[in-house]
């Protein structure tokens, strides 16, 4: 059995690290209620996110719900799991049903279309508490993440991770030494998970573990994309910054991208000029890589822009969150503009019975001015949301507050509806006969006296 899931902290008391994100957690649980803020869990992978979602529900006495990103996290199915677990009472007897999205800064494409939307729906209407997980913070869709409370949790330190790999090793039969278990738990780089399992290899077919058997694996080894930003403006030797680059294994025009994406922490314009003047060049040769298929020139792009932009920064350092590459964030709004497009070009069109090209090339601009002048009537007929309100109006806060309304008017309507039919059913409702109330025919009932 894989150590890491068989040494799974099952209270909060056997959680390593990270003990004001535990105690913000259980200070959360114990004064939820419902309209209570979810919480959203973030930090590197392996630090043990996951597992306090469980031990927090174990600890509460909460049944847990979770969804996952190898189930599918489309509109329909989280409302059919989360929507009616956040609205429904335990069967199993628990108190409360704990909701956990992890990896919810994975909600991208087609399997998850409307997830983000449907998540925030579950968050509006949930008598139940919520907890959502990710590795990057940023990656949760902006409007999600202003309904959380963010709780980060950081890397695990080396010397917090050995005594729990003591304890496996204890537990196990496993005679390690105290250096094989301090290069275990430098190698995991914070990483309780990785270090457990870099330690369950180490013992594979021994009885004893000696620092020499400690072999991690090319992935162990591997340096990211983030760490290779960080030796470029922290000023590494020339030799090692290539190598950490080769290690990271990240083609030459991710790399490119990455550096383009944080120029803007040079301290000033002459660096920032420096910098691009190098960025441009390495971008040269990757455009003749690519135009003549000579991939030898790769090493050329590599050294420039990498060498030319660590000079430019001058070992200053960064003190800001490193940016993903503005490029991708533009795309990623484009693909989801144009996924609004087609929902609202499909709305329209089944109501009005006109071809989706039609309504696209002829009469997109007569819509959006007839919207524009009464968009409460249109956004009520069409069942649009904010977004696609906006798209036409061109006004986001506004389609906002309509939107909003709308929804505040028919929840109002239903209300309305439900008292107006147990009304009408305590109406049609007979009357019960007094004790004494005669039959037909002028006898007695049952349970009536002479």
């Known amino acids: 059995m894989d150590w890491a899931e068989k040494y799974r902290p099952l209270r909060l008391a056997d959680l390593v690290g990270n003990g004001p994100a535990v105690k913000a957690m259980y200070d959360w649980a114990r004064s939820w209620s419902p309209g209570r803020k979810p919480l959203l869990l973030y930090g590197k992978p392996g630090i043990g996110k996951t597992s306090s979602a469980h031990a927090l529900a174990s600890d509460m ?22 929507g009616v677990a956040s609205v429904t009472q335990s069967l199993s007897g628990a108190g409360r049903k704990l909701i956990v999205f992890d990896e919810a800064d994975n909600l991208h494409g087609t399997a998850d279309r409307g997830g983000a ?5 579950v968050i509006r209407i949930s008598l139940q508490p919520i907890i959502l997980i990710a590795n990057d913070l940023y990656g949760i869709p902006s409007e999600v993440r202003a309904k959380c409370e963010p709780v980060l949790f950081r890397a695990i330190q080396a010397r917090s991770i050995v005594p729990r790999l003591k304890f496996i090793c204890a537990n196990e ?8 278990l301090a290069r275990i738990a430098e190698r995991g780089g914070g990483d309780l998970r990785a270090s457990i399992n870099m330690l369950h290899g180490a013992s594979s077919g021994r009885d004893r573990v000696a620092e020499g058997d400690v072999v991690s694996s090319p992935k162990d080894d591997r340096a990211s994309i983030f760490d290779l930003i960080l030796s470029l403006f922290k000023g590494r030797e020339d030799a090692a910054l290539l190598a950490e680059a080769q290690a990271a294994d990240e083609p030459p025009d991710t790399v490119l991208q990455w550096i383009e994406g944080n120029l803007i922490h040079l301290p000033d314009p002459g660096s920032l000029a420096l910098a691009y003047r190098w960025v441009s060049r390495a971008d040269e040769y ?7 298929q000579y991939y030898s020139l790769w090493r050329y792009a590599n050294a420039v822009m990498l060498l030319g932009s660590s000079l430019a920064a001058g070992g200053r350092g960064i003190r800001a969150r490193l940016m993903p590459p503005a490029r991708w964030r533009r795309i990623s709004g484009h693909r989801r503009q144009r996924a609004v497009r087609e929902s609202l070009l499909r709305k329209i069109g089944e109501r009005a019975h006109i071809p989706q090209e039609v309504l696209r090339e002829d009469h997109l601009t007569l819509l959006s001015l007839l919207v524009e002048a009464n968009p409460v009537a249109h956004e009520r007929d069409l069942s649009l949301n904010a977004e696609e309100l906006t798209m036409l109006i061109h006004d986001r ?48 009932t049952l349970f009536g006296g002479p």
Do not use: F, H, Y
């Not at 939307?117 to 729906?121: K, S």
């Open 61 to 82: 006495g909460w049944e847990i719900i979770e969804l996952n990103a190898s189930d599918q996290r489309t509109k329909d199915a989280i409302g059919r799991v989360a």
């Open 117 to 121: 939307r449907e998540i925030l729906e």
């Open 173 to 180: 039969a496993l005679a390690c030494s105290e250096a094989a």
């Open 286 to 292: 990757l455009g003749l890589t690519l135009r003549r």
């Open 397 to 444: 806060e506004r389609a906002q507050e309509v939107v909003e309304a709308a929804e505040r008017q028919e929840k109002m309507e239903e209300e309305q509806k439900v008292e107006r039919e147990k009304k009408e059913a305590g109406e049609e409702k007979p009357r019960p006969k007094s004790p004494g109330a005669k039959g037909p025919g002028g006898q007695s």
